[in-house]
């Protein structure tokens, strides 16, 4: 099956400094989607990228597909951008797998 | 809004004694999805299904199954709980790709199940 890794697992920001997260997975996908995932274990949707890339924000996100990997950019972290993200990929139709997920603790 | 709801938000049951969880949408999408997310782990997913059609992944054991009465309506029923078994279940939806130019997927806020 595919695999899907993220890097870095965990990451200690200075609330005001940027960051970049990585989604490499190891074969074609349909569909790409980034996650925050808050204290409380609701999943929210930050981006569904394919491929190119979008902003929203202070974030932004680039995939290429050509190369398997995606970019999450937090830029001007705060503490409530705390918690863990997620990428997902969907490889097959209506079939997600999640990468291992980033946790992220942005210290006031 | 339209959103995904899943009630219970925390189940506790007996080790052994079946439990139902359910997930209701109002988005009026095709594909309904479980996943099951133990602790300090990523989700994982269960089994989904496209319209009527029930999609298990190979690996889901026989001990939970799924019921899908209606578009906005999906069950996952655990017949034997055990207590590796205790985990957050989330229920996602998405339209598929047939129907739509793309696939995003939108989660409900989670049962957290506890095995006693």
């Known amino acids: 099956g595919i695999q899907v890794e993220q890097s870095p697992p965990d990451l200690i920001l200075q609330e005001g400094a940027n960051s970049t997260l990585r989604c490499n997975f190891s074969d074609s996908v349909n569909n790409l989607q980034w996650f925050h995932q808050n204290p409380w274990g609701q999943l929210i949707n930050l981006f569904y990228?394919?491929?190119g890339t979008k902003q929203n924000g202070r974030l932004s996100a680039t995939t290429v597909a050509t190369e398997r990997y995606s970019l999450l950019y937090i830029s001007s972290s705060q503490t409530t951008d705390s918690g863990v993200y997620f990428c997902a990929v969907e490889p097959d139709f209506n079939k997600f797998y999640f990468g291992s997920g980033t946790k992220l603790n942005v210290k006031p | 809004d339209a959103m995904v709801i899943q009630n219970p938000r925390y189940q506790v049951t007996q080790f052994g004694k079946p439990v139902t969880l359910s997930c209701s949408q109002t988005l009026n999408h095709n594909v309904m999805y479980w996943y099951q997310q133990k602790s300090s782990q990523a989700p994982k997913l269960l089994f989904h299904?496209?319209?009527?059609?029930?999609?298990n992944e190979a690996d889901t054991p026989d001990n939970f199954q799924s019921r899908r009465p209606n578009t906005s309506f999906c069950f996952l029923d655990i017949r034997s709980p055990g207590l590796g078994d205790a985990a957050m279940y989330l229920c996602a939806t998405s339209r598929d790709r047939e129907n739509a130019s793309y696939n995003e997927q939108f989660f409900g806020p989670g049962t957290r199940l506890t095995v006693l």
């Open positions: 299904y496209y319209d009527k059609d029930f999609n």
């Open positions: 990228i394919p491929s």
